[in-house]
């Protein structure tokens, strides 16, 4: 196949579907671990194409959703320094921190400024020598190796005036935490694509060995996913869990080794907040001490006045870890919208409750 659309072909979608509803005899909860997957799903009506006994559960992996309120009170206090402008993507925007927005804080005059890339991040710092601009470095394996570019771009071109924050976050340790807890019982797992692109499908082999769950990363188109569903029904009919690709044009088994050696050089591994799941070792990415002068959190003594506080009523953390949907939370839909975010998961576009808006009353 050559084209996206033809991941989309119905008569391909159908076969797949007979082929799911032939075999799969067994009960199954399967977790999508990516909020691509998420929407994804709820695109094409995915769920409820699916037999009735195999449910499909949205999972951790939306960077701006599981990013936590502490970390973005953080970032609140940054755009609050004068001569300091914030850049980042826009999702992160409208997200709610303890006491206010990046949004309410640009409309009270604060230089916010949404970029595209990295790219951009670094020409505001070329052209605003006097300032000093920081990136916002939301993301997971996916978006990281970016980031670590443009720090080392601005390392080669001493632009002493360019600073990360680094709230990067990797995703295996927290897919562990969650197995552990066993707060949801899962039987398949389907693993992120762009994320396996970095990392590489053998990253995900504990979830078999470890945890006798069966796993395959997939794409993002209708096909993608089915055939996915597929090799995990087939993994769970025939009792034998192990790591497979449905996305095979793009993930390799030993990932992207240009980008993980960029991600090793300028980071290294350090303990990350995750909203909802709390601090977990090792599952976030600090900038080593060499780059420390692009490192925003030393270059600026961020203080928090105030503890972070969350929002009154959200569930985002119960939603982030499968344990609640979003139709749950009794905020969806009547206080909660795109439009009036009380939560992350409303905000941002991979975020579960944002997907459950824009798409589950239209199936
Ligand atoms: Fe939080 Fe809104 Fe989702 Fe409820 S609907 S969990 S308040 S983001």
New binding site residues.
Partial sequence: MKFSTEFRDSALAQKLLQDIRRKSTKPANIMEFCGGHTVAIFRYGLRELLPKHLKLLSGPGCPVCVTSTADLDKVMALAAIPGVVITTFGDLIKVPASYGSLDRARASGADIRTVYSTLDALDIARKNPNKKVVFVGIGFETTAPTVAAAILQAHAEKLDNFFVLSLHKVTPPVTKVLLDAGEIKIQGIIAPGHVSAIIGADAWKFIPERYGIACAVSGFEPLDILYCVDLIVDQIENGNPKVETAYSRVVKGEGNRVALSMLDRVFEPAAANWRGVGVIPASGLVIRPEFAAHDAEKEFDIKLDKPPRE?A????GE?IRAVKT?EE?K??RKV?TPEN???P??VSSEGS?AAYYHFAEAI
């Fill in positions: 929002p009523g959200c569930l985002c939603v979003p939370c905020l969806f909660c975010p009380v939560g998961c409303m409750c």
